[in-house]
């Protein structure tokens, strides 16, 4: 099965992190050694991490109208960070590998199913 | 005067609900042979008793008035999914009058949790299983604590109660053929309840909080109940000795690891209790791994009171326990024990003999190699690459922290 991992950070909270020369370090080295954890095992089909949903710019159409306005589609206290897409025997599977990501410590992972194109015929 | 009574009688539900929902629960699915459904009653008898003692007073005996009321329930077919109104206007009828025969209720604990250790529920649903018909827990609970969602939980738990139903599993005692089988699979589940709750240490939150009270007070009913039993009592002195040391574990939501622990900080009646039940658990003669891993637990707790040098012992347990069980975490700690006593080039040896699919995303395993090659100090590249991976691999925030400062040192 694949599952998507969402990673959610509280861009806030994290851009403090990040700014700070002593907690900068550990910030990146967790998420290295997840990844460096998560790659080896061959599980990974692809993932990308994102920039701040302050480089976002989102578009709709309404009544034929263009609207673009700067920033994500949900302004929410926690952001898309980043996402993996994994294959796993389980979601059991997919939830142990949330569980370590260290968003899931600080702000939240989401595990969605992949929607599986080759069952629809 | 009104408010407090009220207090009382909520205070007194709540009280009941904790220390007899167990004892209730086995009584009532052992008559109806029904598990599910006595759950139902009991809930709903619960409910009822919420609404009528504040006001009406607490019972005499409120075990058997709660017994009474799901009893009728049960016999009324009534079930959860009727609507509160539904259940409101049945109140009158089915409440319990304080001169209906209050019954002495025999406590059944063992049997239910013998039924959940029946080899044909999913292993995977004894442990849940068992904490939600003994202690009563809510289906979220347990799903948190195992990682599992919700929604799945619940599944796992209704097919089990149904597997209950269906193939007519009785709730006894088994006979001497299954006893051993049946009480090994009680003393798994109790110890995955425990080992849940261990992972998830230093969280504050009651809804995530680890099972690990939970999982000690089921090996007391287990030990209450069945007390000629060694591996009951050593899997409870095991469970008592790892608790003994909890405050010491964090200082200031930071990790400590057991070298580095402040004895102080331990909590020594505990650990006396561990060593009691350890002691009465080898006078009956019956070695098995529970017993083995708490002595290995009272090596410990000795040499870091002491500091007598108990690594060669320590050793000889460890070897033991990885032969009657050579699991992945067995042979990770003779591994540790090995090179306490011969040195961290031996120890990395045995890490490098253990199948890597095992090991590929055991955190144990990194964190102990990472620990034994930074020690030898002869590769760095090595070093950093399984400190990574332990890192990675952890899903403790205070453990990451830990090891993160750990990697940046030259040698340890």
Known sequence: ?121 | MDGSLQEHGRRAAENAARTSYGRLLAYLARAWRDVAAAEDALAEAFAQALDTWPAKGVPANPDAWLMVAARNRLRNGARARKTREQIASGLVVLAPTETEDMPAIADKRLELMFVCGHPAIDAAARTPLMLQTVLGLTAERIASSFLVSPDTMGRRLSRAKARIKDTGIAIEVPGQDELGERMGNVLEAIYAAYGQGWDSTGNDDQTRKGLTEEAIWLARVLVELRPEDAEALGLLALMLFCESRRAARRVDGRYVPLAEQDTALWDLQMAREAVEKLRKAGGLKQPGRFQLEAAIQSVLVQSCLTGADLRLPTWTLHELLAQRAPTIGNLVGLAAATAEVHGPETGLRELAQLPEAATMDYQPFWALKARLLQQLGTDQQATASAFRRAIGLTEDGAVRAYLIGKSTQQTG
Request: hydrophobic share 45%; net charge negative; with cysteine.
């Open chain 1, 1 to 121: 099965m694949q599952h998507m991992l969402m990673f959610y950070e509280n861009e806030a909270q994290v851009a403090a992190q990040r700014d700070n020369a002593e907690r900068a370090g550990p910030y990146w080295d967790a998420w290295n050694a997840y990844m460096g954890a998560l790659y080896p095992t061959g599980i990974v089909l692809r993932g990308d991490a994102l920039l701040p949903p302050s480089a976002a710019t989102s578009v709709r159409l309404e009544g034929g109208n263009r609207l673009v306005q700067d920033g994500p589609v949900a302004v929410t206290k926690e952001q898309l960070a980043g996402y993996v897409v994994i294959e796993v025997p389980d979601l059991d599977a997919a939830l142990s590998w949330a569980a370590r990501c260290p968003a899931a410590t600080y702000g939240a992972v989401e595990v969605r199913p992949v929607l599986d194109l080759s069952n629809q015929g």
